[in-house]
């Protein structure tokens, strides 16, 4: 059964960076047909995604993020990891990394981690 | 960037009532729609893919219909384990956007 887990700090100040990682277990990251993304939920708010990577380092960002984003995927351990900055108290939410196939949305989702950005 | 409308926003409704939620794109779609449940605390849970798709392992009394801009989730006969916020989504485009949800609660 595929797993996906994030972590990261829980707390970062404005116009720091905020880095997230996710640890896949119980599966590849490497296969040809997945694709690995971050959606974030503001407390009480809906969803939106942040971006998506596949296993050759291939991304695509939501426009909205403005060019503050960047992911990469660590073959070797397994991980895919989110880069976002600066960061604003916007940016304060639950963050969720997600798999998809190939034509298909998102099936495998962890478990989501809270990030606050605050001074 | 294409705009995901759900209604309605909330929705009341009993155990037994057979209850539908609409999902409008701003543009065609065609059938690359997904449907998601999610429980407070919890990650979402794909219900329902290219709009009619059901995912193994979800209750037949989960449906999906639609194409193009107009889409249409519907439990047949809502159950307890039901309530719970549900979120459309497109896949169409290389921009994910998602609706912005339609809480199911108890009336």
């Given at each position: 059964q595929l797993q996906l887990q994030e972590s990261g700090p829980g707390l970062v100040k404005p116009s720091e960076t905020l880095s997230l990682t996710c640890t896949v277990s119980g599966g590849s990251i490497s296969s040809s047909t997945y694709y690995w993304g971050w959606i974030r939920q503001p407390p009480g708010k809906g969803l939106e995604w942040i971006g998506s990577i596949d296993f050759s380092g291939s991304t695509s960002y939501n426009p909205a993020l403005r060019g503050r984003g960047t992911l990469s995927v660590d073959t070797s351990n397994n991980k895919f990891s989110l880069k976002l900055s600066p960061v604003a108290a916007a940016d304060t939410a639950l963050y969720y990394c997600a798999r998809r196939v190939t034509l298909q949305p998102f099936d495998y989702w962890g478990q989501g981690t809270l990030v606050t950005v605050s001074s | 960037?294409?705009?995901?409308?759900?209604?309605?926003?909330?929705?009341?409704?009993?155990?037994?009532?057979?209850?539908?939620?609409?999902?409008?794109?701003?543009?065609?779609?065609?059938?690359?729609?997904?449907?998601?449940?999610?429980?407070?605390?919890?990650?979402?849970?794909?219900?329902?893919?290219?709009?009619s798709s059901l995912k193994s392992g979800v209750p037949s009394r989960f449906s999906g219909s639609g194409s193009g801009t107009e889409f249409t989730l519907t439990i047949s006969s809502l159950q307890s384990d039901d309530f719970a916020t549900y979120y459309c989504q497109q896949y169409n485009s290389y921009l994910w956007t998602f609706g912005q949800g339609t809480k199911v609660d108890i009336k």
């Open positions: - | 960037d294409i705009q995901m409308t759900q209604s309605p926003s909330t929705l009341s409704a009993s155990v037994g009532d057979r209850v539908t939620i609409t999902c409008r794109a701003s543009q065609s779609i065609v059938n690359w729609l997904a449907w998601y449940q999610q429980k407070p605390g919890k990650a979402p849970k794909l219900l329902i893919y290219k709009s």
